[in-house]
């Protein structure tokens, strides 16, 4: 029983590290680890959710690669792909070049 149990352990860490990229812990406590495991599986299903209403791009590498390359952008994520619309040129405005 104990071997099983130990081996369920060894099983979620590996899928900790594969799937939510955690290579190392930040913190050495309990509360530490936990804490770490709780945002990257936050931060995994949020992304997942958002890939999930959005048709574009059917590969979840390359949405999260997207959604990490413009995260601090306001964009709804239909538009990250598209560049951003060009501004409207008002005739009586100056053009700096």
Same mark, same amino acid.
């Given at each position: ?9 060894? /099983?979620?860490? &590996?899928?900790v590290?594969? !799937?939510? =990229? ?10 530490? @680890? +936990? ?9 995994? /299903?949020?992304? &997942?959710?958002?890939?999930? !209403?959005? =048709? ?10 997207? @959604? +990490? ?7 709804r ?21």
């Amino acid at each position: 029983d104990l071997y099983k149990r130990r081996w369920a352990i060894e /099983l979620f860490f &590996r899928w900790v590290k594969q !799937t939510l =990229k955690i290579r190392h812990f930040l913190g050495n406590s309990e509360n530490a @680890v +936990r804490i770490q495991i709780a945002v990257a599986l936050i931060a995994f /299903l949020l992304l &997942r959710m958002a890939q999930a !209403t959005q =048709k574009t791009i059917q590969s979840p590498l390359a949405f999260a690669r997207l @959604v +990490r390359a413009n995260l601090m952008h306001r964009k709804r994520i239909d538009r990250l792909i598209g560049g951003d619309p060009q501004p409207r040129i008002d005739p009586n405005q100056m053009v700096l070049l």
